[in-house]
């Protein structure tokens, strides 16, 4: 399977609760939801795609995909909605998952052919992206929740959660992980709609021509 067919999962599993509740993706951004921007992002460079979200999934009904909740109850972070991806992606006769945040949209449209050749130059079966950030002793900011993950760990990551594990590094780290590094001059691509304010600098940028 070519990097540009591996199957998608978009990450919207949180509780947006600096965004008063609900779903913070499906706030409106130049005339469609967040949501709808980050499936035209991930489109051309994946294969299916499928949304990872709890609740009741008619909330999504009008963007036509595949709606899978955590199968680790509680809340478990975005390692649970990894998993979901991966259980999923294994039903396709996958091997490979590229995952990506909902509240994300002007994520890189090199994202996932980055991530590519970053694992296969290092060898490692985890892979994912990172920005610079100089407030941190490595000098970069690594993007968890964008990345590619072999359907060959679902069981181990499956236990690890069961387990209580919750924070993603901890897990990644300990099977080798690859960093592509996303470096590029300009506006952050890996901004995300956290708070209200997020939401009209996006809307600012959108309307800049900056996305």
Do not use: C
């Not at 919207?12 to 949501?35: E, Q, V, Y």
């Not at 998993?83 to 490979?96: I, M, R, S, V």
């Amino acid at each position: 399977m070519s990097a540009a067919r591996y199957p998608g999962v978009i990450l919207a599993g949180g509780l947006a609760t600096r965004m008063g509740g609900g779903d913070k993706s499906l706030h409106d951004l130049g005339g469609k939801p967040i949501l709808a921007h980050v499936i035209d992002r991930l489109r051309p460079q994946a294969g299916p795609i499928a949304l990872n979200a709890n609740g009741d999934p008619a909330r999504f009904a009008d963007l036509g995909l595949p709606v899978i909740a955590d199968s680790i109850e509680g809340f478990a972070g975005p390692l649970a909605g990894v998993l979901a991806g991966l259980d999923w992606a294994a039903e396709l006769g996958a091997d490979t998952l590229v995952s990506v945040a909902a509240d994300t949209p002007f994520f890189p449209t090199d994202l996932v052919a980055r991530l590519d050749a970053a694992r296969t130059e290092t060898g490692h079966p985890i892979a994912m992206a990172a920005s610079p950030d100089g407030g941190r002793k490595s000098g970069m900011g690594r993007h968890p929740t964008f990345g590619l993950w072999p359907v060959g760990l679902r069981d181990d990551l499956r236990a690890a959660l069961t387990d209580g594990l919750r924070k993603v590094v901890l897990w990644t780290d300990r099977h080798g992980t690859a960093t592509a590094l996303f470096d590029a001059p300009g506006p952050d691509p890996f901004f995300n709609v956290n708070t209200p304010e997020d939401l009209e600098l996006a809307r600012a940028r959108l309307t800049e021509g900056t996305a």
